[in-house]
């Protein structure tokens, strides 16, 4: 028999004076599975981080951790439970090594004195176990590649050995190669039995590597879809409130076209 989800959010509502950001949200995490969270800009997805990482309180409604209610009123509090947060900006400082940013923060002392020596050693084995392509981990973070960065920023997430994993939209600006880099770490954290909570507006990044696909819309749930048993046409759908969209009509018109190719011959 399964447990409950790592993570739960139970009618969770929150407002900004007049504005309803978020009204009756449901979602559930399980260890070891990807869901994604996917909606327009304005649909709710970064209030709805922000209420879980601790940024934000919500004004009704209730989180649950494995299967207890919890309470989440700072992003410490959301930090010693296990949940951590890689945002879009990702906070690497330029001027500190791949060391000094897996650490920062966290660094390890002996006897008061930061211990080098045992901060490589761990950056090393870390990187190792996510197979983390770095040229050194002395090397600056300013220069690293974009998908070099946003491993790096992962890595820093899993230090204090979280269960739940939020990346939000971690392959924007990235290339063909970055972002393959990028997804392939994804799956590794579901791997190792994490729960990752993945906000894209890249429908491909979804479709390759979530689980379940959760989509907001206008600050309300919109949709749980078994990624297996959905297409985007059917996301986008979810995603817009209409059957009839770009997407739709566009491949509307090559079914179409096919026909009266066929028709031709």
């Avoid at 409604?61 to 930090?79: C, F, T």
């Avoid at 080098?116 to 600056?140: N, Q, Y």
């Avoid at 579901?190 to 907001?216: C, P, Q, T, W, Y």
Wanted: aromatic share 2%; charged share 25%; net charge negative.
């Amino acid at each position: 028999m399964e447990g409950p989800p790592v993570l739960a959010l139970r009618g969770v509502s929150k407002r900004f004076g007049a504005v309803q950001a978020l009204t009756d949200v449901e979602l559930e995490v399980p260890a070891g599975e990807v869901v994604a969270l996917v909606g327009d800009n304005g649909a709710g997805k970064s209030t709805l981080v922000k209420a879980i990482a601790g940024v934000y309180t919500p004004d009704d409604g209730v989180i649950e951790w494995e299967g207890r209610s919890a309470s989440i009123h700072r992003p410490q509090d959301a930090q010693h439970l296990g949940i951590a947060t890689v945002y879009q900006d990702l906070a690497l400082c330029d001027n500190l090594d791949v060391v000094g940013n897996l650490f920062l923060g966290r660094e390890i002392r002996r006897f008061g004195i930061l211990d080098e020596v045992a901060m490589e050693k761990r950056s090393r084995e870390l990187l190792d176990t996510l197979s983390i392509r770095i040229p050194s981990v002395r090397i600056p973070i300013a220069s690293l590649s974009g998908g070099q960065r946003q491993v790096v920023a992962i890595a820093r997430a899993l230090v204090g050995e979280p269960k739940i994993v939020i990346l939000d939209e971690p392959t924007a600006a990235l290339g063909v190669e970055q972002t393959a880099q990028v997804l392939d770490l994804v799956e590794r954290l579901r791997e190792r039995g994490l729960g990752v909570i993945l906000i894209s507006h890249n429908m491909a990044d979804v479709m390759a590597v979530s689980d379940k696909v959760a989509v907001l819309r206008l600050g309300r749930n919109n949709g749980v879809f078994d990624r297996r048993a959905t297409n985007q046409e059917e996301i986008i759908s979810a995603i817009t409130g209409a059957t009839d969209n770009a997407v739709t009509r566009r491949r509307e018109r090559g079914q179409i076209q096919e026909q009266g190719q066929e028709g031709e011959q």
